[in-house]
Nanobody
Framework: QVHLVESGGGLVQAGGSLSLSCTAS????????MAWYRQGTGNQRELVAA???????NYAESAKGRFTISRDSAKNTVTLQMNSLKSEDTGVYYC???????WGQGTQVTVSS
């Protein structure tokens, strides 16, 4: 069982910032591309941002220019820095390890307008 631990969600006003973190075991982190997904109420889970083992990033159109995904091999952590948040960014954010096909427990992000 892959164990991904997320943190950093919360309530923020529109225009504000939040940083989400996901920590995995060293072996999992070393061999997995990592991603963040978002699931709004009544919606399907959708990709927000992804980063390969080598550091190549990919973003949903809605996240480009506002969100930054990064990974820190010393801490086995992938971080999603979210700036200029909008109400439509509200949802549960999940960390995902692509090769292991494993999800974190999710962390709630609520953006008030």
């Amino acid at each position: 069982q892959v164990h991904l631990v997320e943190s950093g969600g919360g309530l923020v006003q529109a225009g504000g910032s939040l940083s989400l973190s996901c920590t995995a075991s060293r072996i999992i982190f070393k061999f997995n591309n990592m991603a963040w997904y978002r699931q709004g109420t009544g919606n399907q889970r959708e990709l927000v941002a992804a980063i390969t083992v080598g550091g190549i990033t990919n973003y949903a159109e809605s996240a480009k220019g506002r969100f930054t995904i990064s990974r820190d091999s010393a801490k086995n952590t992938v971080t999603l820095q979210m700036n200029s948040l909008k109400s439509e960014d509200t949802g549960v954010y999940y960390c995902y390890a692509t090769m292991s096909k494993s999800w974190g427990q999710g962390t709630q992000v609520t953006v008030s307008s």
